[in-house]
């Protein structure tokens, strides 16, 4: 697609050329990001999280910001805010991504270990290295790429705490609305329907997270003596956890909302081969697929404290725990789901129990509004940077600060993008960002933020 039909104002030649002359610093910062192990859940330690905020700061200051500091958030690690003020009349964008990350799991099943960056068949491998390090790079590449012609006031919000829910920030953001105060936001923290198919966010759900302890006996007991009379915890576990979801693998919990979805669609086909559903099994639930994990609630059962197979003694199980995520329909009060899983989970104890549910950790859920001539212009942004229409549609997880800077900025643009794709295994093993994709975000986005300082407000 040329800047002429796509109707583009800025130099969309002189801009790629700048782009491609910065994408080798962009990526050594990425690789650099990628070796520091920055996991912010709690039994993890801090120090390479601070280490990774300061890193990040570090990158922006070099990019010639003028403002950089770190945002005391507690309880959580610092976020990292950069800024440089718009001239007069300008806009100004606000650009959010996180520098946190999942854990790296089982080391052995990755090719190559996860904090070692590797560069394989166009790919760059490692633990961040699509979620969301290369937000964070993709944003410092748009910067570098446009350098002392930005033409818009920029302010950069990366934070060190999104996998973990973003409570500091989100308690944060609404006492300080002006520091995040924008005519539009841009968050970097998603992907593409497919590799080299530009897409644009317009929903996302919501997040509950629910854990329910179950207790049956003072301690352990034989189950040669006692099987068969005493209760064990972890069959009345699962039992309860059983009542989640109806024969069809819907979910079952009174009160859950559903939204009918009228974006894009999603075919089975192409489903089954994203999640790698096993040849011969059953996808589970009704509707379209975008209705099932897009619009409508999801419930999985993220963990369970039991004992190890190769290890477990022969016991009737006195104490029994297990972590339920809710991903909560885009309109709905998280609250709301959250206690309509509690009520549910109290309800099916069987054997008169004891039965402790919890509520961990709720998020909102987002959607877009209607156009308008920022959302346009990001839409002709990333069809000039991609060569192709842009695809729209939701998203099935959940970013829970997205809600909290809407609230503060409700006039903000709110584009949601990135530079994953669905194989990039985020939050899996062998977890990888394709650069080619990467590329063409960074372009994508240095031509929204041009757009915007021609005008496209």
């Known amino acids: 697609m040329t800047a002429e039909a796509s109707g583009i104002q800025v130099d969309v030649t002189g801009l790629r050329h700048r782009v491609r002359a910065v994408m080798p610093e962009v990526l050594a910062a990425l690789e650099g990001l990628v070796r520091i192990p920055s996991v912010a859940f709690a039994g993890y330690p801090r120090e390479p999280v601070e280490t990774a905020a300061g890193a990040v700061a570090d990158l922006f200051r070099n990019a010639g910001l003028p403002e950089v500091r770190l945002l005391d958030v507690p309880p959580d690690p610092p976020a990292v805010f950069a800024a440089r003020p718009a001239s007069p009349g300008a806009p100004t964008v606000l650009l959010y991504a996180h520098y946190d990350v999942q854990p790296a799991g089982n080391e052995s099943v990755w090719r190559t270990p996860p904090y070692e960056p590797v560069v394989r068949d166009g790919r760059l491998y490692g633990r961040g290295s699509s979620d969301d390090k290369a937000g964070v790079v993709a944003h410092l590449g748009a910067l570098l790429a446009l350098g002392d012609d930005c033409p818009v006031g ?11 829910g973003s409570a500091g920030l989100e308690a944060f953001v609404p006492a300080h609305a002006d520091l995040v105060a924008a005519d539009a936001m841009v968050v970097c923290d998603l992907g593409n329907v497919r590799l080299g198919q530009p897409t644009l966010i317009t929903s996302l759900r919501g997040i509950a997270v629910v854990d329910v302890e179950v207790e049956t006996l003072a301690a352990p007991v034989h189950s040669g003596s006692y099987g068969a009379a005493a209760p064990d915890a972890l069959v009345a576990l699962v039992r309860m956890l059983a009542t989640l979801h109806d024969e069809r693998g819907n979910p079952a919990v009174e009160g859950l909302a559903k939204l009918p979805y009228e974006g894009t669609q999603l075919t089975e086909e192409a489903f089954r081969a994203e999640a790698g559903v096993l040849p011969g099994v059953d996808l589970v639930g009704d509707g379209t697929i975008a209705d099932r994990v897009v619009t409508g609630p999801a419930i999985s059962v993220i963990g369970i404290d039991v004992a190890d197979v190769e290890s477990a003694p022969n016991i009737v199980i006195p104490r ?11 309109a709905q009060d998280p609250h709301e789901a959250a206690h309509a899983v509690v009520r549910h989970l109290q309800t099916r104890a069987p ?3 004891r039965a402790k549910v919890t509520v961990k950790e709720t998020g909102d859920g987002f959607r ?27 998203e099935g997880g959940s970013i829970p600060l997205v809600a909290a800077l809407q609230r503060a900025a409700p006039s903000a643009v709110m584009v949601l993008i990135g530079p994953g794709d669905p194989t990039s295994n985020a939050h899996a093993p062998n977890e990888s960002v394709d650069l080619s994709e990467l590329e063409r975000s960074v372009l994508g986005e ?10 496209g407000l």
Request: glycine content about 12%.
């Open 154 to 164: 920029v302010k950069v919000l990366i934070e060190g705490a999104e996998e973990g």
């Open 320 to 330: 029994a725990r297990a972590r339920v995520s809710v991903r909560v329909a885009p």
């Open 446 to 455: 240095a031509l929204f933020l041009g757009e915007l300082g021609k005008g």
């Open 368 to 394: 877009a509004a209607d156009g308008g001539p920022a959302y346009r212009a990001a839409v002709r942004a990333l069809e000039t940077a991609y060569e192709r229409p842009v695809t729209e549609i939701g």
């Open 351 to 353: 054997w008169h129990v």
